[in-house]
Nanobody
Framework: QVQLVESGGGLVQPGGSLRLSCVAS????????MAWYRQAPGKERELVAS???????TYADSVKGRFTISRDNAKNMVYLQMNSLKPEDTAVYYC?????????WGQGTQVTVSS
């Protein structure tokens, strides 16, 4: 049984920063992809950023230059450093882990950007 637990969400003013963390536990294949998705009210879930075990990263165009994804393979953790936050970044952020046909999701953490 694989579980993902996110933390670090909250309320922040526009221009502020937050750091999300996600820890994976259970039987995890050593070569995998971890990612952050988000879903805003009334919108579809979208990929924010992903990172492979080998540290290859991808970002949505809307967050390039503002968000940074990183991971600690020894701890099975993935992070999302979010800077210069905008109101349109408000969403529930989900941690994601996959290898082969296996896909796992966290329960989500709310990020609200508002003055």
């Amino acid at each position: 049984q694989v579980q993902l637990v996110e933390s670090g969400g909250g309320l922040v003013q526009p221009g502020g920063s937050l750091r999300l963390s996600c820890v994976a536990s259970g039987s995890i294949f050593s070569i995998n992809v971890m990612a952050w998705y988000r879903q805003a009210p009334g919108k579809e879930r979208e990929l924010v950023a992903s990172i492979t075990t080998g540290d290859r990263q991808t970002y949505a165009d809307s967050v390039k230059g503002r968000f940074t994804i990183s991971r600690d393979n020894a701890k099975n953790m993935v992070y999302l450093q979010m800077n210069s936050l905008k109101p349109e970044d408000t969403a529930v952020y989900y941690c994601y882990l996959t290898w082969g046909p296996s896909v796992y999701w966290g329960q989500g953490t709310q990020v609200t950007v508002s003055s």
